[in-house]
């Protein structure tokens, strides 16, 4: 049965058809109507798209098609007091994927005009002749407000530490120990360190603030990678591998092509990269850079080509960024990416680290439109590997 000959054989109210079914369905936000028994006489694309309803939902009560939260308790209190609310809920669908949805969800109880009010009508109270019922999702604004709560519980927390550290040791100087010379200069030095901390931890947060911006658009321009390692990271990186007897090694492939690049944010990239690895590694351990030439497959088009079967490739450059330090288990890979996620939160710490360094660097690399990934193996070591566009 076509969907408007159901609302069009409900009532009178429903005469201007065409127009209210227009209306129903160009609404982006998902649109329910029920009879007064709750049973479902119409709904539109938006609704269909957003919960994942078929066809087979006409004619069912509207509570057995959406049955979490308190979606039942409400349609029986719009349809039986006749009042129009609103209220927000929460639903899980569990296809195609598992997922949490926000909706905001207005009930507009209808009362259709009669010809002829029985007694029995009457008797039947405000009780709703219909329903409509509007659901507004609003599930990216309760995320998107989640994820800003979580940050700035997370930064709060991080700049506690080093403050209280601060305010704590000047506090005992003041109070005497400046006259100490047994303690004086370790205190001082304390505090040096922790201001260093706060000054990494605001120099990360401007950098991920800068990188998340939508303005933001590095300007990519070839760039050899060779040279970039050789003038800017190369010494930095040894001088810091020294300190550990760490054996810091490059191997290029040779010649290796050109990349696409902004030539800072890439050396933010690998010199982070590297500094984990001997931050993560015992000393006289070792660390690998290696970069050469990949093919990676090009995803395919929707419109399949007639004539090769074979798949397109094209040449990109893959760096890996190889320890044989602490390692990570495989059940952290997913989550090494997240801002302050750190597997030891003890250990980085004391390591000055400020849990936004490889959520910068994923940034970076995606927006070279690269991808970066890690593989590990606890006690054995690590590679952090990523991908650049080679420069044609
Ligand atoms: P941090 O400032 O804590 O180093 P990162 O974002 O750079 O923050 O890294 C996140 C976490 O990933 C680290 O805390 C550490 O647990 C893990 N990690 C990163 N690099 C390595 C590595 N090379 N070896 C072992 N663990 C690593």
Redesign the pocket.
């Known amino acids: 049965m076509p969907q408007h000959e159901t609302l069009n054989s409900m009532t009178p109210l429903f005469q201007d058809q065409p127009m209210l079914m227009t209306l129903l369905r160009q609404f982006q936000d998902g649109i329910l109507v029920c009879d007064s028994a709750g049973i479902v006489v119409e709904f539109n694309q938006a609704l269909k798209e957003l919960l994942k309803l078929n066809s087979a939902v006409l004619g069912k009560h509207a509570a057995q098609c959406i049955v979490q939260d308190d979606f039942p308790v409400l349609l029986d209190m719009a349809l039986s007091t006749g009042e129009f609310f609103e209220k927000e809920i929460s639903l899980k669908l569990e296809k195609p994927a598992i997922k949490k949805l926000y909706l905001e969800v207005r009930f507009i109880p209808l009362s259709l005009p009669k010809h002829t009010e029985t007694a029995t009508d009457q008797a039947a109270g405000k009780r709703a002749d219909a329903c409509i019922i509007i659901f507004h999702d609003v599930t990216v604004i309760r995320v998107t407000e989640k994820m800003r709560r979580d940050f700035v519980a997370n930064v709060s927390h991080e700049l506690r530490t080093p403050l209280s550290a601060i305010e704590g040791y000047a506090e005992t100087l003041l109070e005497g120990a400046l006259d100490d010379d047994a303690v004086r200069h370790d205190f001082v030095k304390v505090i040096h360190r922790h201001a260093i901390r706060l000054t990494h931890l605001v120099s990360d947060l401007l950098d991920l603030s800068k990188l998340e911006s939508p303005d933001y658009i590095p300007i990519l321009s070839p760039s050899s990678l060779v040279d970039l390692v050789e003038s800017q990271i190369k010494e930095l990186a040894q001088e810091k591998a020294k300190e550990k007897e760490i054996a810091l090694r490059f191997h290029f492939e040779d010649p290796l092509p050109m990349v696409m690049a902004d030539n800072s944010s890439l050396q933010q990239v690998i010199t982070?990269l590297i500094d984990?690895?001997i931050?993560?590694t015992p000393k006289k351990g070792q660390v690998t850079l290696k970069a050469r030439v990949i093919e990676q497959a090009v995803s395919k088009s929707s419109k399949p080509q007639k004539q090769s079967n074979q798949p397109k490739v094209k040449k990109m450059i893959q760096v890996d960024v190889i320890?044989n330090?602490?390692?990570?288990e495989s059940k952290y890979f997913s989550r090494?990416f997240e801002r302050f996620?750190?597997?030891?939160k003890a250990r980085?710490r004391e390591?000055g680290?400020?849990?936004?360094?490889?959520?910068i660097v994923k940034h970076i690399v995606q927006l070279h439109e690269g991808e970066i990934w890690v593989n590990?193996k606890v006690n054995q070591g690590?590679t952090?590997s990523f991908t650049l566009q080679v420069a044609s």
Request: net charge neutral; hydrophobic share 35%; glycine share 18%.
């Open positions: 982070n984990n690895a931050k993560y320890d330090g602490i390692g990570i090494l996620y750190r597997v030891d980085s390591m680290g400020t849990g936004l360094g490889l959520s590990s690590s952090f």
